[in-house]
C-alpha cells in the first residue's frame, strides 16, 4: 500500500520534474541490480559522492569558478562589442551596407571551427579561451541589437523628429525600449553561448583549469563518476545562466511577465 505521506508530497512536485526523476529513479534501479556490469556503468550515488568526497572530483568548484570567470569576462566582452556594432548598423544605413554583409557572413561559420585559427594566433592559453568566449557571445548580441534597432516605430522616429529630440534622447528614450525585446532575447542567447563556447573552448583544448578540462581529464582517466558530475555542473551552470538573465530582463522590463 504506498505512503499517504508520499502521495501528499506527490502534486507538489513540479511537473517538469517528473522525467528527470523518473530517469533518476530507473538509473539507481538498474545500478543497484547490477543488472549491467561495466566499470563505465556507475550508480547515482558515487556521482553525488564525488564533488565532496573524493580528492580528485571535489577540484569540481574550483574549475566552476575559473570557468565562470572566463565567462563574465570573455562574455561581457563580446556582448558589448556586438550591442555597439549591431546598434550602429541597425541605425545607420553606411554602417549597414559596410558592415552588416560581412558579420552575417562570418556568422555563417560553425563556432567550434574557430579554435584551429584562434589557437594558431593565440596560442593554446588562456586568450584563446576568453576570445572565443566573446565570440560565442559577439554574433547573438549583434543580431539582437541590429534587428532591434531596426524594430523602432516609424511613428515614433517621426515624433523624436518633431519634437527635435537630441541624438543622445532618440537613443534611450525611443530606440532602446523599441529594441528591449529583441535585446533580452539576445542576451539569454547570448549568456548560453558565452557558456556552450567556454566549456567546449576549454574541452577541445585540454590545458588549463576550467569545467571543460576537468571533464576531459576525466575521461582520460576513465572516471565516469567525475565526468557525470562535470556534466551536471554544465547543466547546472546553463539553467542559473538562465534564470539570471530572466531576472535582469524582469528588473529592466518590470511591465513584462515571464
Known amino acids: 500500500m504506498a505512503d499517504p505521506a508520499a502521495l501528499r508530497f506527490l502534486p507538489s512536485v513540479p511537473k517538469g520534474a517528473w522525467l528527470p526523476l523518473g530517469l533518476l529513479a530507473l538509473w539507481g534501479g538498474v ?5 549491467v556490469q561495466s566499470p563505465l556503468f556507475i550508480s547515482p550515488l558515487a ?23 572566463r565567462v563574465l569576462v570573455g562574455g561581457l566582452a563580446g556582448a558589448l562589442l556586438g550591442f555597439v556594432l549591431g546598434a550602429a548598423c541597425g541605425l545607420a544605413r553606411l554602417a549597414a551596407l559596410s558592415l552588416a554583409p560581412t558579420v552575417h557572413s562570418l ?17 593554446n592559453g ?3 579561451k ?3 568566449t566573446a565570440l560565442a557571445t559577439f554574433f547573438p548580441m549583434f543580431l539582437a541589437a541590429e534587428q532591434g534597432m531596426r ?15 537630441p541624438r543622445r534622447s532618440r537613443l534611450l528614450r525611443l530606440y532602446l525600449p523599441a529594441a528591449l525585446p529583441n535585446l533580452q532575447v539576445g542576451l539569454q542567447i547570448a549568456a548560453l553561448s558565452a557558456w556552450i563556447g567556454t566549456i567546449g573552448a576549454e574541452y577541445a583544448i585540454g590545458n588549463g583549469r576550467g569545467l571543460g578540462s576537468y571533464i576531459a581529464s576525466a575521461r582520460d582517466q576513465f572516471r565516469m563518476d567525475i565526468v557525470l558530475a562535470g556534466v551536471f555542473a554544465l547543466a547546472a551552470g546553463g539553467v542559473g545562466l538562465h534564470r539570471a538573465c530572466l531576472f535582469l530582463s524582469a528588473r529592466l522590463s518590470p511591465w513584462t511577465k515571464e
Request: aromatic share 14%; no cysteine; net charge negative.
Open 31 to 35: 545500478a543497484a541490480s547490477q543488472a
Open 107 to 123: 556568422r555563417q561559420i560553425a563556432a567550434f571551427a574557430w579554435i584551429p585559427l584562434f589557437t594558431a594566433w593565440f596560442g
Open 130 to 132: 576568453l576570445v572565443f
Open 126 to 128: 588562456e586568450a584563446t
Open 47 to 69: 556521482v553525488l559522492r564525488a564533488p565532496f568526497f573524493d580528492p580528485d572530483g571535489r577540484e569540481i568548484w574550483a574549475a566552476l569558478g575559473v570557468s565562470a570567470l
Open 151 to 165: 524594430a523602432a516605430p516609424v511613428a515614433l522616429k517621426e515624433v523624436g523628429a518633431v519634437l527635435g529630440l
